[in-house]
């Protein structure tokens, strides 16, 4: 994701769950007219990536009051997996945290999920959009499939550039699939003359978690997730 949207000349990335990317439309309007954020360039639009806004209360309201025009861009994933991957991630920093199972059931035996724990709350992807609906407009959102990011980069690249308006400058001849690192990556960037790959933080060998806990989570995730397939009108398919 981050070199993908690196090539749009940007630094975007995000632990494909809920990355959060606020951009100014691509208006030819003078700026007092448009209510957005300044134009970077007078050919470059303005892009600010902060994953956590997605799931902060007042990120919305502060960000429409600022700029209500903005269009935002969502990267979500299995939000099983996304849990998974956050707690991998922290597991790497801070080896003596408690277990998965430990931190992600309030009781297991009991199917009661601690929703307090980031992992499994950001991964209630449809109550923090409805946070965001009572600012902006479905029409200003783009949701980008974390899993569709790595089967089609270039696919999914594409929507985003037509999202913002852009010409579809990357294409699949940008991305070939590396077998070591098991992900696409980038044949030229840029900035470089050779291929580069995200970094080893990226695609990391998850944890193994027992597959009952799975189970248990993709069960307490559905409800949420049909809801804001509902919302967004489109199926990701994590069921
Ligand atoms: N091309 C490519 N290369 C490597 N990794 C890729 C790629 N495309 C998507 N992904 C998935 O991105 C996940 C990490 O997301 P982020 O970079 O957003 O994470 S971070 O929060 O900034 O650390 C990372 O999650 P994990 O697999 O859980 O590590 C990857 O699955």
Not at 103 to 117: D, E, H, I, M, P
Request: proline share 6%; aromatic share 10%.
């Amino acid at each position: 994701m981050q070199g993908a949207l690196e090539l749009l000349g940007q630094n975007v990335n995000e632990r494909v769950l809920s990355a959060l990317v606020c951009i100014s439309p691509n208006e030819n309007l003078p700026e007092q007219e448009t209510r957005l954020m300044p134009r970077t360039l007078d050919s470059q639009i303005t892009m600010e990536k902060t994953p956590s806004y997605f799931v902060t209360r007042e990120a919305p309201r502060r960000i429409s009051s600022m700029s209500p025009d903005t269009k935002l861009i969502v990267v979500v994933r299995n939000p099983v997996t996304r849990a998974i991957s956050d707690y991998t991630q922290t597991l790497s920093k801070r080896p003596d945290i408690p277990s998965f199972e430990e931190l992600a059931f309030k009781n297991r035996s009991l199917g009661q999920v601690n929703t307090s724990w980031n992992a499994i709350r950001i991964g209630m992807y449809t109550l923090h959009l409805e946070n965001w609906l009572q600012y902006f407009r479905l029409s200003q959102f783009h949701f980008v499939s974390g899993e569709r990011l790595i089967t089609d980069p270039a696919g999914e690249l594409g929507r985003v550039q037509d999202f913002l308006g852009l010409k579809r400058v990357v294409t699949d001849k940008h991305f070939y699939f590396n077998k070591t690192k098991g992900f696409p990556c980038l044949k030229k960037p840029e900035s470089s003359a050779s291929p580069r790959c995200l970094g080893k933080s990226k695609g990391r060998t998850h944890v193994q978690i027992d597959r009952d806990v799975i189970e248990q989570l993709r069960d307490f995730y559905r409800p949420f997730n049909i809801r804001f397939y509902e919302t967004v009108g489109q199926d990701f398919r994590w069921d």
